[in-house]
């Protein structure tokens, strides 16, 4: 009988063994975002405008890492549009095994000038980017979605401190 308890025990020091490895490596993922939302700028909340873009990430167990463009309009007119391209991080601060997973974000990068053009009406669209410039943000958010497939977020972020940005994103994890 002793031969086969120690057996049994050995099976489970191994089975607890591989467990302990399988949590141990690092679950590396890889995201795409497509979404927009709404700008409006802290000084002139009349200048609400639109913005369209994507990100594409790499993740690395609980911090994601990518790259991100996008196309704002402001007051959602075509002629003072501009664009902007950047480098991200995220941190799920709760981990990614929740179905609602909140998460912070940080990124650097620019924007472009607007191309902006005076229309036969007179009027006159708000100007955010009249020359090149950098572009810095940091916001939170919450996903909703499995760790793996389809999710969507809500994320509200702050751009160089004199915008305010609220997003609804679709995303795909694909590993």
Known sequence: MKPALAALALVAALAGHARAE?????AIGLEVHLG?????A???PDET???FGGVVLVALDDFS????AAAAMPDSRLQGQLEAFWAEGRWAFLGREWLFTPYGVLG????????????????SPARWSSSAGFLGMFGAGVRFGEATGMSLSVDVRSWNVS??????I???RFF
Do not use: C, K, M, P
């Open 170 to 172: 679709a995303g795909y």
């Open 163 to 168: 915008h305010l940005g609220f997003q609804l």
């Open 42 to 44: 802290w000084d002139g």
């Open 22 to 26: 399988e949590s141990a490596a690092l």
């Open 108 to 123: 650097l990068g620019f924007a472009t000038a607007d191309g902006f053009e005076r229309s036969g009406t007179g009027f």
């Open 65 to 68: 890492v990518g790259l991100g």
């Open 36 to 40: 927009g939302g709404s700008v409006l």
């Open 49 to 51: 405008g639109n913005a």
